[in-house]
């Protein structure tokens, strides 16, 4: 029973993190309709400007959010204007053109990160990395507590910008349909613009906190935006709810397989790549298109 | 005959090229021949990639599964005793066997859906190939000593090379080509018309990952020793896409094109020391490039400049009794 708490525990403290990183996966997703494959570069990215201002500067990585974020959040606008832009216009769902140049982006990112830190391993150490609490009878590290904080206090943050200003409720509309928010007067153009750059900024968060738990290189990032992709997927691509329920539903499954089967750890990146075949093949709309579905057949009953 | 040659420009190079390689081991010494071993390598894979992801149009980033499986099985069934050569077809056939049970699921998926399932299974294959016991887990495994003989190696890799794209070439004006190409241009509209759209998924990836699994054994033949680093990475099934893409997809001569350009860049990179880490730029730089500029690669470049000359050449009334 306590195993139990304690794991229920991680679990949550994992979620956070994990939702997070996706959420800038899914804004892009829901507002242009392509695969942010550089993602995963952007949070490689994210961690060693991280790491850059905590060797530099001694800067907290934590404080190093107010930098990193917002630092983000302009190169990601500069991308979209330099590049993501010009690419065709498909509203039927992501086009492969879209998906490779951004698979181009990451690669040209992660070489930018070698040919300025080089392909050594990097790793930030504070005086609270090794540090952990002791509740409910397990011990949680004090990093993934500060991460599961910032996160919820980040989606928190965004959930309140996207309910109440005018901003958030462009990019809901624009998400939602396109052509009718444009027809009402939004312009699509810099709201994309926009959305781009949220999303680089939480993916630059989601990668500056990683970069607190583990240790990096330039090829950091494939994995978590494998995961990423799952939790949206699983979330139903676009909703911010869904990425939330997504991220708990992968971050329990995780840790309760590893806690209570005998897979070894060194599979357990492969749990999330199965659950993202899985998912992607049995429940395309996800966990909500699965509840419409079992819902519509009750109904039918 | 001038007719035919108008129609198959790139036919007397390839032919020259191809009596070139087969001659190389007489004309040629040993670090040239490297490089030919190489380019033939790169060439069987990107023509195998392209009849499913050129073709087709399904895109998949996972194919260095197929090179490890194809490596994996030849040096385990070697080791157990067998001959090299008499692992080929167990390879090829294991490659098949798990080209289908990857696809069944997977060719579900459409466009990138399906992409990102690809890299989800590459990924998945690497990690329990490095953490499993019989494959040396992340220090890989060698060849039994006196296995190695590059002379029959080179051949039987130029063989393959020549054999994939005539294959391929074939294949293309084939009915099952034109299902694929049916499939790729809409998949919906090919079904209506009475294509299994599935099915000949199924048949285009066992088809190109039996073939990519053999130059996956050959190279575990010439290389003596691999790990799930060097043909589990990812970074190889970055290269089989990226030679297709940049040449021309969907075409013949583009992934061969490709294939000569990347092995080529490959020996220039890996010769300079300032340029060997940049190979990831060149690569994701030609990337977004082609995919901005000339999504048909060098071919759809070299298409697209001589339909602007033919066009300078012809009279406007000439082209319109064209076209009509």
Not at chain 1, 159 to 178: D, F
Request: hydrophobic share 55%.
């Amino acid at each position: 029973m306590q195993k139990l708490v304690v794991v229920a525990l991680n679990s949550l403290l994992t979620a956070g993190l994990y939702a997070t990183m996706s959420y800038g996966l899914a804004v892009i997703y829901g507002v242009m309709r392509i695969i942010n494959l550089a993602h995963a570069g952007l949070m490689m990215l994210a961690a060693y400007a991280t790491f850059a201002l905590n060797d530099r500067f001694a800067l907290d990585p934590f404080l190093s959010l107010l930098v990193v974020a917002p630092a983000f959040f302009l190169l990601g606008m500069a991308l979209y204007a330099t590049v993501i832009r010009w690419l065709p216009r498909s509203s039927a769902g992501p086009s492969m053109q879209s998906l490779l140049l951004l698979f181009g982006l990451w690669l040209v990112l992660q070489n930018l990160a070698y040919a300025i830190w080089g392909g050594d391993t990097q790793s930030i150490l504070t005086p609270y990395t090794m540090s952990s609490v002791e509740f409910f009878g397990g011990r949680f590290g004090v990093p993934q507590i500060l991460v599961f904080a910032v996160s919820i206090l980040s989606l928190v943050g965004l959930n309140v910008v996207l309910r109440r200003t005018y901003l958030g409720k462009a990019i809901r509309a624009v998400t939602q349909n396109r052509d009718a928010a444009m027809l009402s007067g939004v312009n699509a153009g810099w709201i994309a613009a926009v959305a781009f750059g949220i999303g680089t900024a939480f993916a630059a968060m989601g990668g500056s906190m990683l970069s607190t738990l583990y240790a990096f290189t330039p090829d950091f990032g494939r994995s978590f935006l494998l995961k990423a992709f799952c939790i949206i997927v699983l979330g139903g691509m676009e909703s911010f709810t869904g990425v939330a329920v997504g991220a708990l539903v992968l971050s329990f499954i995780e840790n309760f397989a590893s806690a209570y089967t005998s897979i070894p750890v060194s599979f357990q990146d492969a749990i999330s790549f199965t659950l993202l075949v899985v998912v992607l093949v049995a429940a395309p709309g996800g966990l909500p298109g699965l509840w419409r579905m079992l819902d519509r057949r009750a109904v039918a009953r | 005959m001038r007719e035919f040659l108008r129609r198959h420009p790139a036919l007397p190079a390839g032919l020259l090229f191809s009596a070139g390689l087969l001659l190389a081991p007489v004309l040629t010494g040993r670090g040239t021949q490297n490089d030919l071993w190489n380019m033939a390598f790169y060439v069987v894979l990107a023509s195998a990639w392209n009849l499913l992801g050129g073709f087709a149009g399904q895109v998949s980033l996972g194919y260095s599964a197929f090179v490890g499986i194809g490596a994996y099985t030849t040096v385990l069934l070697s080791n157990a005793g067998w001959s090299p050569w008499l692992t080929l077809p167990v390879s090829a056939a294991l490659a098949v066997a798990f080209s289908v049970v990857v696809g069944l699921p997977t060719f579900r998926l459409r466009g990138p859906y399906f992409t990102i399932a690809t890299i989800g299974v590459g990924e998945a294959v690497r990690v329990i190939a490095s953490g499993l016991e019989f494959t040396g887990g992340s220090s890989g495994l060698r060849m039994p000593a006196g296995t190695f003989n590059f002379e029959s190696n080179y051949y039987a890799m130029v063989v393959l090379a020549l054999l994939t794209v005539a294959l391929v070439a074939w294949l293309r004006q084939s009915p099952f080509g034109l299902s694929l190409e049916a499939i790729r241009q809409d998949i919906d509209g090919a079904e209506a018309l009475g294509v299994h759209s599935t099915q000949a998924k199924l048949q285009a990836h066992a088809i190109s990952s039996g073939l990519v699994a053999l130059a996956g054994s050959l190279f575990a033949m010439n290389f003596q020793y691999i790990s799930p680093g060097s043909v589990f990475d990812f970074r190889l099934s970055l290269t089989i896409v990226l030679m297709p893409i940049v040449g021309g997809m969907g075409t013949i001569v583009g992934p061969v094109l490709g294939a000569l350009l990347f092995s080529y860049l490959q020996i220039k990179l890996l010769a300079s020391p300032t340029l060997r880490d940049s190979y990831l730029f060149i690569y994701g730089g030609l990337l977004v490039v082609v995919m901005l500029f000339e999504p048909g690669g060098i071919v759809g470049l070299w298409e697209r400049l001589r339909n602007v000359r033919l066009r300078r050449r012809t009279p406007p009334v000439a082209e319109a009794t064209r076209a009509s």
